[in-house]
């Protein structure tokens, strides 16, 4: 296990187009996380998922924003109609529910709508 | 060298000094603590963390700080090295009930050689 992957790393895309992001986590941990990064921010939390249920949104997710876990491994995050404020990085990360914390990030998804 | 105050967005020091990078954390009932170093194009990276119930934890050139009375975090990295130069963010967990994390804003070690 060489820790958590996302695809694709870089994603161009034209305002008002769909697009969609995948995270494979590590694969013994149950929780898995989705970020958002702008340029000198630190990452926002967006939402998590114990196994296959999401358990927690933000506000920053919006009806545009979608994110599945279907069978308690990777995760996909959906952006419909994509506007130019959503170019960002997209980050995942993944952890264990008991013991040690320490939330693994993936190197992210790169967003650029035009 | 050392940031002065709760943060500063970058903190220049000469390779070989000890660095301190400081934090201020928002919410009393975080439970959890965590360091990340993260590189330009790459995501944040696991440096060292630290539960509310401590006040110091060591690890290989690194040292976290607790203070959980002004609320305040700092990360001591030991004999700074160039391969240290990097954005390094704190990031708390705000309560038992939750996963998330709430990183704070980054600061940026330039290491001098």
């Known amino acids: 296990d060489t820790g958590v992957s996302q695809d694709p790393r870089h994603k161009i895309t034209k305002r008002g187009q769909n697009v969609t992001f995948r995270c494979d986590p590590i694969s013994e941990h149950n929780r898995l996380y989705w970020y958002r990064q702008t340029l000198g921010q630190g990452p926002e939390f967006l939402t998590y998922?114990?196994?296959?249920?999401?358990?927690?949104k933000s506000r920053l997710l919006s009806d545009r924003f979608s994110a599945e876990r279907p069978k308690g491994s990777f995760s996909t995050l959906e952006i419909q109609r994509t506007e130019q404020g959503d170019s960002a990085m997209y980050l995942c990360?993944?952890?264990?529910?008991?013991?040690?914390?320490?939330?693994?990030f993936g190197s992210g998804t790169r967003l650029t709508v035009v | 060298g050392e940031s002065v105050g709760l943060h500063l967005p970058t903190l220049s020091v000469q390779e070989g000094d000890n660095s301190i990078i400081n934090c201020a954390y928002s919410n009393s009932a975080s439970d959890y603590f965590i360091w990340y170093k993260q590189e330009s194009g790459k995501g944040p990276q696991f440096i060292i963390d630290i539960r509310s119930n401590m006040d110091k934890r060591q690890g290989q050139r690194v040292t976290v700080l607790l203070n959980k009375t002004v609320k305040h975090l700092s990360l001591q990295i030991a004999a700074t090295q160039p391969g240290d130069s990097a954005v390094y963010f704190c990031?708390?967990?705000?309560?038992?009930?939750?996963?998330?994390?709430?990183f704070g804003q980054g600061t940026t070690l330039q290491v001098k050689p």
């Open positions: 998922f114990q196994n296959e249920a999401q358990l927690e």
């Open positions: 990360a993944s952890s264990p529910i008991v013991g040690n914390y320490g939330y693994t």
């Open positions: 990031a708390e967990k705000p309560s038992s009930n939750t996963g998330k994390l709430i």
